[in-house]
């Protein structure tokens, strides 16, 4: 069974940095992998994704470029730093993957997620 742990949460203060990471176990699988957040009342909101090589990067319209996805060649660990942090970014930020990837659709494997809570 497909795991997904994300690390790198924690409390920030506005205008600094972070990196977010995932890793994927249970498979032998490369996964296409992406990030999601949900904002207290918010629904939850699709950052970014990566397929499997590597090479495609997909981010919705308008997203910031603060934020900016990564991976480690074709193994199943993601990155997401996030630059200049907001306080709207604060939010519960879940890492999402799936043998299937096809840009900026829900993959079928969810992390419990990691908060990122910035202050001023």
């Known amino acids: 069974q497909v795991q997904l742990v994300e690390s790198g949460g924690g409390l920030v203060q506005t205008g600094g940095s972070l990196r977010l990471s995932c890793a994927a176990s249970?498979?032998?699988?490369?996964?296409?992998m992406g990030w999601y957040r949900q904002a207290p009342g918010k629904d939850r909101e699709f950052i970014a994704s990566?397929?499997?090589?590597?090479?495609?990067?997909v981010y919705p319209n308008g997203m910031s470029g603060r934020f900016t996805i990564s991976r480690d060649g074709t193994g199943n660990t993601v990155y997401l730093q996030i630059h200049d942090l907001k306080l709207e970014d604060t939010a519960v930020y879940y890492c999402?993957?799936?043998?299937?990837?096809?840009?900026?659709?829900?993959?079928?494997?969810w992390g419990k997620g990691t908060l990122v809570t910035v202050s001023s």
């Open positions: 990566i397929n499997q090589s590597g090479g495609i990067t």
């Open positions: 999402n993957a799936g043998e299937s990837w096809s840009g900026n659709s829900p993959m079928d494997y």
């Open positions: 249970g498979t032998d699988s490369v996964l296409g």
